[in-house]
Each structure stands twice: as C-alpha cells, then as structure tokens.
C-alpha cells in the first residue's frame, strides 16, 4: 500500500520534510522498535524516544512531529487507533476453503447464504438462518431457529442455543455458548423448582465474544447485546440484562439477571454487578470491584461495594493507617490506665 493511499484515506497530516511520498510503500505494521523498511509503526511513550533514532521504519503515526525520526511522519490524535485500523487492513485471517463440508451436518429446512465456510463437524439445526459470508469452525452447534448474521464467524465449539439472533460482523471464539438457560429457579420451604426459560438472546452488530463466554437466555422476551460491545474470555450475561452499545468488559466479568447497563461502560477484570441494577453511560468500573447498589451519574468507580474512586482511594490511605493508629491508641489506653492508677 503506498503511503499516500493511506494519507488519504485516513486524512492524516503528514510531516515528511524532503522525502519523496511516491516511493513510500507500506507492506506491514510493527511495534516501535522492530519496525523496518516498508513497515510502519506508532508512537506514544516517551520511553520509546530513545529508539526514535535508531528505527529504521518507513512512518510513524505520531500525536506531533518529533525531531529525531527521520522517516514519514502521519500525525493524528490517537496514533494507536490508526495503528490498528492499519493492522486490521494488512492482517487477514485465513478462515479455510469456502464452502460446505461434507461431514457437516444441515437440517435441509436451513437456509444457507453465499460465500459461506462451513467446516466439519458443524451441526445446524432446522429453521435457522446462516447469511452470506459466515465462518462456523469445526464443533459450532447451532440450535433450531436460530439467525447467524452477514459475515459473523463463530470459532470451534461454539453454542448457539435455539432461537438466539446474532448480528452481522461479529466475532465468537471458542467455547462460548450463547443462549443456556439463565438461572432461574423458585424455593419454597426445602424444594426448589425450576422456572422455565422462555425468551432468547439478541446479539447486535460488531460484537465480539472471548473464549468461553456465556450469555444466557431470557426468562421472557430477550437478553440484549447492543452492536460494538466487545467482551474479554470468561464474561458472564445472565437472563433478561441489557448491555448498551460499545460497552466494554475484563475477563472474568459477570452480570446478573435483568441489568441494564448503560452504553460506553467499561469494566475491569473480575468485577461483578448485582441484579436489577440500571447502570448510566460512560461508568467506569475498577477490577475486582462489586457493584450491588444503584450508580446514578457516569464516572469512575472501585472498591466492594463500588464508590466513586476517589472515595474509595481515600478509604485505602485510611485503611492502611489503622495499624499505627491501633498501636498508638494502645500506648494511650496503656499510659491512661498508669495515671488512672496513681490517682
């Protein structure tokens, strides 16, 4: 790609004092400082100044010029952002031949669109709905009714239990299972029972799931992931949430039941948030935190339960002064009870 397909595509800003951007083409990205001829990479860190000098890059994507690179210089807000929509253009995924394989199993009442890779192994059940382009991995189950969206790939083992709608350019990895039976269940004296699980699970547009993620389906009507959201491995939905658009979570998040989560949340790893909780836009959430109350405007939050950071870092300063204040309340019980007794 010549550099200057890429200056305008992105219309960056270029700082390229005496060198001839005809010639400049782009084969690869590359971090910094393994970059090379005809490769581009980014920078950010003044702690990878010192390299400035000794990269041997064709272009960086930088935030401002810098005096001691002397190669093309794109200028833009967010060099990583560029850095990685780049990636994205120069690194594509071979998802295997197109095509059905003969070991596949297809319910005949299935409706198959073109340009599709199904692998061996795959198992789909009557009613559902694979559009153009879908990548399905060896193992992928996929129950009855269920809709798999325009150029979605769904990798090894993964579930798609009945009914579940998944939108189109989404990305499942393995293991995942979309649409189990949320935990829904009725106690009375010493017996449980079960309460049937009688909704679905919607998947928007652009979602991408980790490894081994789960969402379950509703007790009624759906559990709804809103397009852009992005979830690390080992994320949990429960029955009836509703996560908003570009939310973001850590592995090892879990929501539970009929939550909803407001769009451009962020939450860290190992964070958990309770039941029949409304979560505003934009709330961040620090790892290992537990929201189980109401959060009522967007902002950062930490802690168990959650409250707002800085709060919470105050909290700690205290916390790690309760032992030197434990010893000197002691010093005073101690000296008190000798004047106590001189008395």
């Known amino acids: 790609m010549r550099i200057l397909e890429i200056i305008q595509k992105y219309s960056l800003p270029v700082h390229a004092p005496g060198i001839d951007l005809e010639s400049v083409t782009i084969d690869s990205v590359a971090s910094i400082e393994k970059a090379g001829p005809n490769q581009i990479g980014f920078f950010t860190a003044m702690e990878y100044a010192p390299l400035l000098t000794q990269s041997k890059a064709s272009a960086l994507i930088v935030r401002e010029p810098v005096s001691t690179f002397a190669g093309v210089q794109l200028i833009h807000k967010d060099p990583q952002f560029i850095f990685a929509k780049l990636a ?7 998802h295997g031949p197109l095509g059905i394989h003969a070991d596949a199993f297809i319910d005949p009442s299935v409706k198959i669109g073109r340009d599709v890779r199904i692998h061996r192994g795959v198992h789909i059940e009557s009613g559902s709905e694979i559009a153009d382009g879908v990548v399905l991995y060896p193992g992928v189950y996929i ?11 769904l990798h090894p083992n993964v579930v798609l239990y009945f009914g579940t709608i998944i939108g189109h350019s989404c990305l499942i990895h393995a293991g995942s299972v979309i649409g189990a039976d949320g935990f829904g269940f009725s106690v009375s004296g010493e017996e449980i029972c079960k309460i049937p699980q009688t909704g679905i699970v919607r998947i928007g547009n652009h979602v991408e799931f980790g490894a081994l993620c789960t969402v ?32 973001m979570f850590s592995a090892q998040v879990g929501i539970a039941g009929s939550t909803s989560i407001g769009e451009w949340t962020l939450i860290g790893g190992q ?3 309770a039941d029949h909780l409304k979560l505003p836009p934009r709330v961040r959430v620090g790892s290992k935190s537990g929201v189980i109350t109401q959060l009522k405007e967007p902002g950062t939050y930490a802690g168990f ?3 707002p950071v800085n709060e919470w ?9 309760i032992k030197s204040m434990d010893e000197t309340i002691k010093a005073l019980e101690k000296r008190l009870a000798k004047l106590e007794a001189k008395s």
């Open 216 to 247: 379950d389906r509703a007790a009624n009507q759906e559990t709804v992931v809103h397009d852009f959201c992005k979830f690390d491995d080992h994320v949990h939905i429960a029955h009836n949430c509703e996560i908003g658009q570009s939310t």
């Open 313 to 321: 870092k105050r909290n700690l300063v205290y916390v790690r002064r």
């Open 143 to 153: 129950g009855k009714n269920c809709k798999v969206g325009q150029g979605t790939v």
């Open 271 to 273: 964070s958990g948030v």
């Open 305 to 307: 339960p959650a409250i």
């Open 88 to 94: 994205l253009e120069f690194y594509k995924v071979d």
